[in-house]
Structure formats: structure tokens, C-alpha cells
């Protein structure tokens, strides 16, 4: 129990820098067919983005957004929000996937210390991931 409650002292809370949205556009997110059926059941505002089984594509172009499209600025701009969260694709759902993801992408949650132990701050992604997912 320790050794979890340790890991729950690493890294960051998000602080909804965006970055992680931002590489979700020209092609780098899927959703499943039923996704996209619930979608354009639902949310026809979200299934106009869809086509062919690709999402986040400019009905007018057909071609791929550069980043997400649901990507919001908050009002005072230091913050950033996914307008359809709670409809979010999976792909949304299960990122970041590992440590090496958020380093990539420059996420803001890691702190120097993560970067020591890896395998804590995974742990800690994983506790976190699994209660986003349920969102």
C-alpha cells in the first residue's frame, strides 16, 4: 500500500495545456463503426465529422482537420477543453498510452522526477487513465 500511495505523489494533475489534442488531427485518431453510429444517432453535430470510417475531416474538403475540431480556447485562453468529452472516441479515451507518449507530445503533467522513475510515473498514468475512462 505504500509503494501505491507513493506513486500517487508523482507527476502532475492535468492542467488542460491542449497539447495532447493538438495531435489529434490529420488522421491520428479512429472510432470504431458503432462510434460512429451512436454519432450520427446522437451527435450529428460530432458524426459531420466523420467519413468513411475516418474522423475529424472537414465535410467541405474531405480532407483531415490539422487538430481536433473540438479543441476549445476557455475565455481567459490559459486553458484548453474538449467540447464533446463525454462523447470523446475512444482513441481520446486511452491517451496518453505510456510514459514515452507524454514525453513526446511535451505533456505538461510530467515532473523531473517522473522522468527518474519511469515505472512510478507509469503507474501513476495508469491510475489516472483507468478513472478517466470512465468519463
Not at 56 to 69: G, I, K, Q, S
Not at 73 to 97: A, L, M, N, W
Request: glycine share 4%; with cysteine; aromatic share 8%.
Amino acid at each position: 500500500m505504500v509503494a501505491v500511495c507513493y506513486s500517487l505523489l508523482l507527476m502532475k494533475d492535468c492542467n488542460s495545456c491542449g497539447k495532447c489534442c493538438d495531435t489529434a488531427g490529420d488522421g491520428g485518431l479512429s472510432a470504431s463503426a458503432d462510434e460512429i453510429d451512436w454519432w450520427e444517432t446522437y451527435r450529428p453535430d460530432i458524426a459531420r465529422f466523420a467519413s468513411d470510417g475516418r474522423i475529424w475531416v472537414d465535410p467541405a474538403t474531405d480532407e483531415y482537420f490539422a487538430r481536433c475540431p473540438w479543441l476549445r480556447q476557455s475565455p481567459c485562453g490559459s486553458k484548453t477543453f474538449c467540447e464533446i468529452y463525454d462523447d470523446r472516441p475512444e482513441d481520446c479515451r486511452h491517451y496518453p498510452v505510456d510514459i514515452e507518449q507524454m514525453i513526446r507530445h511535451d505533456c505538461e503533467m510530467l515532473e523531473p522526477r517522473d522522468l527518474q522513475n519511469s515505472r512510478r510515473a507509469q503507474q501513476r498514468l495508469e491510475v489516472l487513465m483507468a478513472l478517466n475512462r470512465e468519463h
